[in-house]
């Protein structure tokens, strides 16, 4: 039996795994045994290996024969599909410019690839799902600190207290975080949780706020008002390395505890004693706002309050707190070469007012948000074909209907993806990709106190006709007429190709699918060594880059919205089995959990006449869908929840098909463009009745 050091993508964490495989199939799935994480792996994991056998996922590629998302399709050589593609993508780009081709891809360590091509073609346009999820947590924290969310991690060997704001860590889970936040539980830590209904991070709080929805920044604003008026801050810290200390003393003067109390339903004495323990602890906390944070238009804000607590109680770059991603500099060593830093800088803006419209949001992200209305307005110029790797704006994104509407008014759109998706579906051509079993990928800087070289290895021979993504847009740029800037044949000369300054080979990462840069921590000092990217280089409560775009830092508090007489706010959230609809037709996992249910307030329900199991019909500006209610005294009377991504509409997804309610058909008018870059999407309100 041969073993194989890798990284799954059975889920956007991207957990080290360790395939077993014998007679050149993949026997055993575990986490890799050489990382923290140990041999630990979640379901979704573990059911790579079904996957890998799925004779419903795409196996070759193929080109429309008849109208779009009409299901009709025929088989296509890999030759014929990139000359098709790249004939196509050609047209379009003498005939209205490079800008008028877009590219979409889910985001993170891996994106090098697809930055480069659309780059290389003259395109400024690359964007990703995170107006969906995180963008009001990037750019925040941005505006603050001139950091990302992703360049700051989490200390939980360490904590002592932490604060975890809808964040359902133990369902909606990482592997290692979760194992993480279990032995800090163990050891002692204690910690308050904020969410709107029971679950099971909340079943494991110290103390559990069944908070009124979209009220955390209220909360959040009476603790810093606390923190100031009783001076439980870390005053050295701030004195060193905060600027906007006394516009925000008078910012917060009148969000005291008893004002939060009645926006929040959470008493002033429960907030003054969390403040207190706050302060005891500091500067060994944590305040997780985790990844899925487009909620509502104030989101930006509560985000920046967030990172206002961190700096309050001086737990930037302190054990138990937050503290700075390192990458390969930090350590000593060259960084990675990668092939998007080679090629020249497009002239023209971006498609969706990043870097101009919006000067403050980060072209890194983008607003996918905004590409409907890019097509249908041909603003600031036409957009004629877009390229969408691994990615389902259709599935992800509020309002598919219009999204899709605008997609169809394409001259051309092209999904590369290892599975199908509500926007393949209405592509013009399907590439398939390898599954992550079945490619060598290009390595990646795992940045964190520790950082490492990582790299995703092949395990086994693709079973169907695919291709791993680096031949891909090889292959398209070799035919467009920019392959000089893809200066490998094979993966092995890529990955030379990126490791050429660190004194690294692609034969280190055969053995532990990994190298390490640093055995220790790498901590900077945090009386002179800290490293802000803002202007001043310090924490800007008061944000130079806000200011000068004419945004205030501290606008006046506004409440959330309160929903319609009869309605209630849809809120959305995951669980360790799925990767919101990426999964569902999985054979495994769909086994185990084929459909989601809608909870409903048991005294609502009552009122409504509706009992556990029923069929109820769920509603918004004409839009229904059906689902199972779960009836529970256990979630907020203003609120249903249900489990994102199902109600698939793929027939050829047959185990998913029409299973469960398809919840961002519900979500109309919300492709919008928040100040934090996020659509607000649980500003959502349906009506609910019987079916």
Same mark, same amino acid.
């Given at each position: 039996?041969?073993?194989?050091?890798?990284?799954?993508? %059975?889920?956007?964490?991207?957990?080290?795994?360790?395939?077993?495989?014998?007679?050149?199939?993949?026997?055993?799935?575990?986490? $890799?045994?050489?990382?923290?994480?140990?041999?630990? &792996?979640?379901?979704?994991?573990?059911?790579?290996?079904?996957?890998?056998?799925?004779?419903?996922?795409?196996?070759?590629? %193929?080109?429309?024969?008849?109208?779009?998302?009409?299901?009709?399709?025929?088989?296509?050589?890999?030759?014929?599909?990139?000359?098709?593609?790249?004939?196509?993508?050609?047209?379009?780009?003498?005939?209205?410019?490079?800008?008028?081709?877009?590219?979409?891809?889910?985001?993170?360590?891996?994106?090098?690839?697809?930055?480069?091509?659309?780059?290389?073609?003259?395109?400024?346009?690359?964007?990703?799902?995170?107006?969906?999820?995180?963008?009001?947590?990037? $750019?925040?924290?941005?505006?603050?600190?001139?950091?990302?969310?992703?360049?700051?991690?989490?200390?939980?060997?360490?904590?002592?207290?932490?604060?975890?704001?809808?964040?359902?860590?133990?369902?909606?889970?990482?592997?290692?975080?979760?194992?993480?936040?279990?032995?800090?539980?163990?050891?002692?830590?204690?910690?308050?949780?904020?969410?709107?209904?029971?679950?099971?991070?909340?079943?494991?709080?110290?103390?559990?706020?069944?908070?009124?929805?979209?009220?955390?920044?209220?909360?959040?604003?009476?603790?810093?008002?606390?923190?100031?008026?009783?001076?439980?801050?870390?005053?050295?810290?701030?004195?060193?390395?905060?600027?906007?200390?006394?516009?925000?003393?008078?910012?917060? #003067?009148?969000?005291?505890? #008893?004002?939060?109390?009645?926006?929040?339903?959470?008493?002033?004495?429960?907030?003054?004693?969390?403040?207190?323990?706050?302060?005891?602890?500091?500067?060994?906390?944590?305040?997780?706002?985790?990844?899925?944070?487009?909620?509502?238009? $104030?989101?930006?804000?509560?985000?920046?309050?967030?990172? %206002?607590?961190?700096?309050?109680?001086?737990?930037?770059?302190?054990?138990?707190?937050?503290?700075?991603?390192?990458?390969?500099?930090?350590?000593?060593?060259?960084?990675?070469?990668?092939?998007?830093?080679?090629?020249?800088?497009?002239?023209?803006?971006?498609? *969706?007012?990043?870097?101009?419209?919006?000067?403050?949001?980060?072209?890194?992200?983008?607003?996918?948000?905004?590409?409907?209305?890019?097509?249908?307005?041909?603003?600031?110029?036409?957009?004629?074909?877009?390229?969408?790797?691994?990615?389902?704006?259709?599935?992800?994104?509020?309002?598919?209907?219009?999204?899709? *509407?605008?997609?169809?008014?394409?001259?051309?759109?092209?999904?590369?993806?290892?599975?199908?998706?509500?926007?393949?579906?209405?592509?013009?051509?399907?590439?398939?990709?390898?599954?992550?079993?079945?490619?060598?990928?290009?390595?990646?800087?795992?940045?964190?106190?520790?950082?490492?070289?990582?790299?995703?290895?092949?395990?086994?021979?693709?079973?169907?006709?695919?291709?791993?993504?680096?031949?891909?847009?090889?292959?398209?740029?070799?035919?467009?007429?920019?392959?000089?800037?893809?200066?490998?044949?094979?993966?092995?000369?890529?990955?030379?190709?990126?490791?050429?300054?660190?004194?690294?080979?692609?034969?280190?990462?055969?053995?532990?699918?990994?190298?390490?840069?640093?055995?220790?921590?790498?901590?900077?000092?945090?009386?002179?060594?800290?490293?802000?990217?803002?202007?001043?280089?310090?924490?800007?409560?008061?944000?130079? %880059?806000? #200011?000068?775009?004419?945004?205030?830092?501290?606008?006046?508090?506004?409440?959330?919205?309160?929903?319609?007489?009869?309605?209630?706010?849809?809120?959305?959230?995951?669980?360790?089995?799925?990767?919101?609809?990426?999964? &569902?037709?999985?054979?495994?996992?769909?086994?185990?959990?084929?459909?989601?249910? &809608?909870?409903?307030?048991?005294?609502?329900?009552?009122?409504?006449?509706?009992?556990?199991?029923?069929?109820?019909?769920?509603?918004?500006?004409?839009?229904?869908?059906?689902?199972?209610?779960?009836?529970?005294?256990?979630?907020?009377?203003?609120?249903?929840?249900?489990?994102?991504?199902?109600?698939?509409?793929?027939?050829?997804?047959?185990?998913?098909?029409?299973?469960?309610?398809?919840?961002?058909?519900?979500?109309?008018?919300?492709?919008?463009?928040?100040?934090?870059?996020?659509?607000?999407?649980?500003?959502?309100?349906?009506?609910?009745?019987?079916?």
């Amino acid at each position: 039996m041969k073993k194989v050091y890798s990284v799954c993508t %059975m889920c956007t964490v991207r957990c080290p795994i360790e395939v077993e495989v014998e007679n050149g199939a993949v026997k055993h799935i575990w986490g $890799n045994p050489y990382l923290l994480g140990g041999r630990y &792996l979640c379901p979704r994991g573990a059911a790579g290996k079904a996957f890998e056998n799925d004779h419903e996922r795409l196996q070759y590629p %193929m080109i429309r024969d008849g109208e779009r998302g009409a299901g009709k399709w025929r088989r296509a050589s890999w030759d014929e599909a990139l000359d098709y593609t790249a004939e196509k993508l050609k047209k379009v780009i003498d005939e209205y410019g490079p800008e008028s081709v877009v590219l979409g891809d889910r985001g993170g360590a891996f994106a090098d690839m697809q930055k480069a091509f659309i780059k290389a073609i003259g395109s400024p346009n690359y964007f990703n799902h995170h107006g969906s999820c995180s963008n009001s947590v990037h $750019n925040a924290h941005n505006a603050i600190a001139g950091h990302r969310r992703n360049t700051v991690s989490y200390d939980w060997k360490n904590c002592k207290y932490a604060i975890l704001y809808g964040r359902n860590i133990l369902e909606s889970l990482g592997t290692k975080e979760a194992k993480d936040f279990i032995d800090a539980l163990e050891r002692g830590m204690k910690f308050t949780f904020l969410d709107v209904r029971w679950n099971y991070t909340a079943a494991k709080a110290t103390k559990f706020f069944m908070i009124a929805p979209g009220s955390d920044y209220a909360f959040n604003l009476a603790l810093i008002h606390v923190l100031l008026k009783e001076k439980l801050y870390d005053a050295d810290f701030v004195d060193r390395w905060v600027l906007g200390l006394k516009e925000l003393r008078q910012f917060v #003067e009148p969000y005291n505890p #008893e004002w939060a109390s009645r926006e929040t339903g959470v008493s002033g004495k429960e907030i003054v004693r969390v403040a207190h323990e706050l302060a005891e602890n500091k500067p060994s906390i944590i305040l997780y706002q985790g990844w899925m944070t487009a909620w509502t238009e $104030n989101d930006y804000y509560f985000r920046r309050s967030i990172y %206002m607590l961190y700096a309050l109680l001086g737990a930037y770059e302190a054990p138990g707190g937050l503290l700075f991603n390192k990458g390969e500099a930090d350590a000593g060593y060259k960084p990675l070469k990668k092939l998007v830093d080679g090629i020249p800088k497009p002239e023209k803006k971006r498609f *969706d007012g990043v870097g101009w419209k919006y000067k403050h949001l980060s072209a890194d992200y983008g607003l996918a948000q905004m590409l409907p209305y890019a097509i249908l307005n041909q603003d600031p110029y036409p957009v004629k074909a877009y390229i969408n790797y691994r990615f389902d704006p259709l599935s992800s994104f509020p309002d598919p209907e219009a999204f899709k *509407d605008a997609l169809l008014k394409l001259d051309f759109l092209v999904s590369i993806d290892v599975n199908y998706s509500h926007t393949a579906w209405v592509s013009d051509v399907v590439l398939p990709e390898s599954t992550f079993l079945e490619r060598t990928d290009p390595v990646i800087c795992k940045s964190g106190p520790k950082p490492a070289l990582w790299m995703r290895r092949q395990a086994v021979e693709p079973k169907y006709d695919s291709k791993p993504k680096w031949w891909i847009f090889k292959q398209l740029a070799e035919r467009l007429g920019v392959g000089k800037y893809f200066p490998y044949e094979t993966i092995e000369e890529l990955v030379e190709y990126q490791l050429k300054d660190t004194g690294f080979h692609f034969d280190d990462f055969l053995e532990k699918g990994y190298v390490e840069l640093s055995q220790k921590q790498i901590l900077w000092d945090r009386k002179d060594g800290l490293k802000f990217k803002t202007p001043s280089k310090k924490i800007e409560f008061v944000s130079s %880059m806000l #200011e000068e775009n004419g945004i205030p830092s501290f606008p006046p508090y506004e409440p959330p919205k309160k929903p319609p007489e009869g309605c209630y706010r849809l809120v959305t959230g995951k669980i360790a089995l799925h990767t919101q609809g990426t999964s &569902l037709n999985n054979p495994y996992l769909n086994e185990l959990q084929s459909e989601n249910s &809608l909870w409903i307030n048991a005294n609502e329900a009552k009122k409504l006449g509706i009992s556990d199991g029923d069929i109820v019909e769920v509603s918004c500006d004409g839009i229904k869908q059906h689902a199972k209610a779960s009836i529970s005294e256990f979630i907020h009377p203003e609120v249903v929840y249900t489990l994102h991504g199902y109600g698939r509409e793929i027939p050829l997804q047959t185990r998913a098909y029409k299973k469960g309610m398809r919840d961002n058909t519900l979500m109309k008018g919300l492709l919008k463009v928040a100040v934090g870059g996020n659509c607000p999407i649980t500003d959502c309100f349906v009506s609910i009745r019987k079916a």
